[in-house]
């Protein structure tokens, strides 16, 4: 199963990716968690792209398209994945398939608000990636992950400028997607305001399983 993961900012594209992950037996990709590690690691990738998220900014499409068609090469994901925040502008959508069949595409429908009390909430772990929210889903030990220990933070584009960029850039170029995939057939829709075990099963019966 190859999928796409479409929608805001925090619309909860990372934290079901994990869950539907393990459902399928695929692997997630992530462009936000590879730009993320890049940047931890100071390496060039890193170097270029951390003021251009930090703002809550796009890194550019050819960056982003290399990198994945790079990642989509690997033999790991030659039965399936999910693409967790990309595409996420229309050139990006149409260099991917030319490299790769996509089987459907998950529209994560959420309005602003739910979208702002998320963001405005989330923790992270620094070293799995795993979301929690300070109201919502506390790690059980605070500040500590609760699946490998690591520590748990605030990520720099998860500020309240930022947040607001990021919503604007999602308008402008990454819900053009929506329309774009409809056209094709393969978009299905999913309410993603309840908590997750919810969206689990709704994600379930959307993909017929
Ligand atoms: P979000 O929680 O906003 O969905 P992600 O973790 O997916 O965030 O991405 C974080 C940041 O990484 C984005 O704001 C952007 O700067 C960069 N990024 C991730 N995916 C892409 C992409 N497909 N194209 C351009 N930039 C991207
Ligand atoms: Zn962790």
Redesign the pocket.
Known sequence: MKLIFL?????G??TLAVKAVEILKIQQI???????AAVAAESTLGLK?KA??D???????E??IAL?RERLAMNDVQNGFIL??????IP?AQALSEFSAIDKVVNFDIPDSGVLER?GG?RVCRKCGFNFHAVFNKPKQEGICDHCGGEVYI?D??KPE?IQK?LE??REQTAPLIDFYRQKGLLVDIDARPMVDEIVENFKKAMGL
């Open positions: 929608g805001p900012p925090g619309a594209k990372g992530s462009t936000g968690s590879i730009f993320r792209v251009i998220m703002a809550g900014q796009l890194v550019d499409d960056t982003t994945v967790d925040g990309f595409p996420r502008t990006q963001l989330r990520r584009d998860d930022a990021r850039v999602y």
